[in-house]
């Protein structure tokens, strides 16, 4: 992109829309030419004074040049964002008909299961709705499934972001922003499916009822706050549907194009390959590729979400009946974003109820509810926050980590995730033990049970699996691959033949770097004049961590290792025993860090400008 | 002669009273007695059934039951009173004899050991060494003229907590589960209301009367029928578990494999 010229406004940017699809940093497709279409270029007369008055063609050029990298995995988030528009469009065409009232009625629709019986206005609603609005179940299951694949997505492309380090500088602050928004997701949902006023949704209304009730000292208080009385009483559900359908999404929608934003304004992070850098992006401008992707997968996300509502049967409220808070039906679950909650109530005993002071205090209840669900998106929030400090590290990054590059951040992360999944697991605790024949109690024992240990198992079991990818990531580096062409050579000599990896797959299997613990890089606790270093309170527990995270660690090949190797000609080049010590740790000194000049310089000439 | 007053002094009054009285509160109780729904056994169950239900008993529960039906402990309860409601839900559903022990008897309809005359000379047994309730008269299972919504609300209130609001049934503690009631004869969920097995409370004709019965059975027919069934393959009618399991594992893997085609370069 010329930058000599001083912009004109949006007259000097029409001018340029000529070569505007040059502006790209990129390397652009085989028979792209930056001139293509520009015969026909002309902005249509009908815009031209649009844009006079509103100079949107600027930031369009903008926009529409901004270059995406091209892999599925980014567009776990699309589905998030597809899912929520789906939401956002059919929840609008449900407040055309739900009565958010808990006025009493008795129906006399056209579900004879029904006929007669006394209800609220809300779920009498939502059975007009299902039965007699044309479309209407149809488009409550819209509803609901896109809800789910909301969720689902943000689950997938949370973790997605976790696993490959995109999370860290410059985009911790959109990290914050989106577990905010999967907190906000989870509440509407929530919201959402406590509307209907059935009884499976008024369980789960009791269920937070009992929640807000174990608060210390101002549970009940808060309670009838928020109930305006006793439970259930008569305006729960009025508020929660202003919850539902102003606050909250006003809030997500606003945190979403902030979202949004945050990812356009710095460049889309890549994963390592041929040619990228830290400092590049290579993939495709939004116009015209990127943006037929992305606006094909909507469609995509839209006609998935359509089929599975016509065809699965989501949230049968009519099968629950009107909510009572004299009944209960077995199998009563939340959707399954609030089962780790519910899950820690099943598990935590029944002793942490006890009477002090006059006064019940329900810990089994609060730390499974109050503490923990603050606490799990407090952790995942802080989470960049606390990399960064372990691992010392104030750099921008954009280019992405293998999950197998980072051992003890993907083992961590499963560590929470298994932990997370015992809590989830436990909140269908009796549909497992009727499907799977077996006892409730001891279900529940053994969840406890796996609560503990298996966080611990899976930490190390995920952390050799990294390291031994990056060994093997190594040894495919230094010697090539296995062929499986044995050799017997005229002395009697059994050797396998390796076929050299070529430079392009060579690249996104040593671009990434090892950090080393703190500990080590800070040098010897005193200074030349054998003065103690100041040292602040935290900085004990800081090299302890960095030690945690990075004291075993595999460092990529380096451009002299790779030499060595090529040097012996032979596939035993690094079998020694010093060599395999320093593979292992960081005692010995390491050479350049990887994605040095020799790689950089290798492909630059060739790749990108 | 004397007096009635002189009369109502004799030794002989007191026994005439006596006799009057019981025989008013004999013929009173005959006449108010809360009918044992008609087809009772006394009706149709002659000496000979009890006698051949008798050998079949000795043959075929006496080990765990004892053999004249007063229990053995801890394996079998007596069946002093059990009454022939509760021999032929047992049986007739393949519970009874059981097969091994266990938390609980599971329903095998398949595997019902008797024939229909053969359990209910069973039923006459046992219903010989004491009272109990009867099978139920046809005309509360037959379903005719049951109210669907008022039998929902019945079982909403009573059955939904441990069989689930769709009839699929629930985990109870310790193994111990709520079996399904699609499929089940309504002279056998009858029976079972009327009974109480296993871990079930027993709901008398004062808990839900005869046609509160009919109607909840008449509830469960019509779901069994279909008659909820809107909006697509409900998944085991397990709520939101089922929902879970889909989106996680069909719907989410559809989105990503398109995802990755999406993804992937042009050729």
């Known amino acids: 992109m010329s930058t000599n010229h001083v912009p004109q406004g949006a007259g000097h940017l029409r001018a340029e829309t000529a070569t505007a699809g040059a502006a790209t940093a990129t390397a652009p497709q085989p028979g792209w030419s930056p001139d293509q279409g520009s015969k026909d270029a002309t902005f249509p007369k009908a815009l031209v004074g649009v844009d006079e008055r509103l100079g949107a063609a600027k930031m369009m050029r903008w926009g529409l040049g901004k270059v995406f990298p091209d892999h599925w995995s980014f567009l776990l988030g699309e589905i998030a964002m597809y899912s929520m528009i789906i939401a956002l469009i059919t929840g609008t065409f449900l407040t055309l008909w739900f ?18 019986v006394a209800m609220s206005e809300a779920y009498a609603s939502t059975l007009d709705i299902s039965f007699e609005v044309k479309g209407g179940l149809l488009i409550r299951q819209l509803h609901h499934w896109s809800a789910l694949f909301f969720i689902v997505g943000i689950a997938v492309h949370a973790a997605r972001v976790f696993f490959t380090g995109a999370f860290r500088k410059p985009r911790e602050i959109n990290w914050v922003i989106g577990v905010v928004m999967s907190l906000l997701a989870c509440i509407e949902g929530f919201a959402g499916y406590s509307l209907p006023d059935d009884l499976l949704s008024g369980t789960g209304i009791r269920a937070m009822n009992g929640f807000m009730m174990s608060a210390p000292v101002i549970g ?34 606003g945190l979403f194009v902030a979202h949004l934003i945050l990812i356009v304004l710095p460049k889309h992070t890549q994963y390592p390959g041929p040619g990228r850098t830290n400092d590049n992006v290579a993939g495709f401008p939004v116009m015209p590729v990127y943006a037929a992707k992305a606006g094909g997968f909507f ?19 009519w099968v629950f009946g009107p909510y009572d808070p004299t009944q209960v039906t077995a199998g009563s679950q939340p959707d399954f974003y609030m089962w780790f909650s519910d899950g820690a109530l099943r598990l935590l005993p029944g002793w942490l109820e006890f009477e002090l002071w006059g006064t019940t205090w329900s810990f089994n209840i609060f730390l499974g509810s109050l503490l923990l669900l603050p606490l799990v998106w407090l952790i995942l929030g802080v989470y960049p926050f606390v990399e960064a400090w372990i691992t010392g590290d104030k750099r921008e990054h954009h280019l992405l980590q293998r999950p197998r590059n980072a051992p003890v951040r993907t083992a961590v992360g499963m560590a929470a995730i298994s932990m997370y999944l015992v809590l989830a697991l436990a909140c269908i605790n009796d549909i497992l033990a009727i499907k799977l024949h077996l006892s409730i109690n001891d279900l529940t024992i053994l969840f406890r049970v796996l609560f503990f240990v298996l966080p611990v198992v899976v930490f190390f079991v995920v952390k050799r699996l990294c390291l031994s990818l990056q060994r093997h990531d190594r040894e495919t580096v230094l010697h090539g691959w296995e062929t499986g062409r044995v050799v017997r050579t005229e002395e009697g000599r059994f050797f396998e033949v390796h076929a050299p990896l070529d430079e392009y797959t060579r690249w996104s299997l040593v671009e990434y770097e090892t950090p080393r613990p703190l500990g080590q890089l800070d040098g010897a606790p005193t200074d030349e004049h054998g003065v103690r270093r100041p040292a602040g309170p935290l900085t004990g527990l800081r090299n302890a961590l960095s030690s945690f995270y990075y004291k075993d660690s595999i460092t990529a090949v380096t451009p002299s290792e790779l030499a060595a190797a090529h040097h012996h000609g032979e596939h035993e080049a690094l079998e020694t025993p010093e060599e395999a010590a320093r593979i292992d740790q960081h005692g010995a000194p390491v050479s350049e860090a990887p994605g040095d000049d020799y790689y950089t310089k290798g492909l630059k000439a060739g790749r990108h400008s | 002669m004397s007096s009635p007053a002189a009369l109502r002094r004799s030794p002989l009054a007191l026994l005439v009273v006596l006799f009057l009285g019981l025989c008013f509160t004999g013929t009173a109780y005959a006449a108010l007695q809360p009918s044992a729904a008609p087809g009772t056994s006394a009706a149709t169950m002659s000496a000979e059934d009890v006698a051949a239900g008798k050998k079949l008993f000795l043959g075929n529960c006496a080990t765990c039951h004892g053999t004249n039906g007063e229990g053995v402990d801890p394996i079998g309860p007596s069946l002093v009173g059990a009454g ?14 059981l097969p091994a022990p266990g938390v609980q008897a599971d329903r095998n309809a398949s595997q019902v050991k008797f024939s229909e005359e053969e359990i209910s000379q069973l039923a006459a047994y046992v219903d010989s060494l004491g009272p109990g309730p009867d099978v139920p008269a046809a005309e509360y299972t037959d379903l005719q003229g049951a109210d669907i919504a008022a039998g929902g609300a019945a079982y909403r209130t009573n059955c939904a907590m441990c069989h689930n609001s769709s009839g699929t049934g629930g985990a109870l503690t310790r193994g111990k589960y709520a079996p399904t009631l699609m499929g089940v004869e309504p002279q056998h969920i009858y029976e079972a209301m009327l009974t109480g097995p296993q871990s079930m409370p027993v709901f008398n004709d004062n808990n839900l009367t005869p046609q509160d019965k009919e109607n909840i059975i008449a509830f469960l027919k019509n779901m069994e029928e279909g008659g909820n069934s809107y909006g697509g393959a409900g998944i085991g009618s397990y709520g939101p578990a089922g929902d879970a399991l889909f989106v996680w594992t069909l719907g989410i893997g559809t989105l990503i494999a398109l995802a990755v085609w999406i993804g992937r370069k042009a050729a």
């Open chain 1, 220 to 253: 009940t208080w808060m309670t009838f706050f928020v109930f305006g009385g006793e439970f259930p009483g008569e305006s729960i559900i009025t508020r929660l549907y202003i919850a539902h359908v102003l606050l909250i999404p006003a809030i997500l929608v």
């Open chain 1, 299 to 317: 469609f995509v996300v839209f006609g998935i979400t359509a089929l599975v509502s016509a065809l699965v049967q989501i949230n049968p409220v």
């Open chain 2, 84 to 97: 022939a409601a509760a021999v032929d839900f047992q049986v007739s559903t393949g519970r009874m004899p």
């Open chain 1, 99 to 116: 009565v958010p009232s808990m006025g009493h009625v008795v129906y006399d629709g056209s579900y004879v299961p029904l006929k007669g």
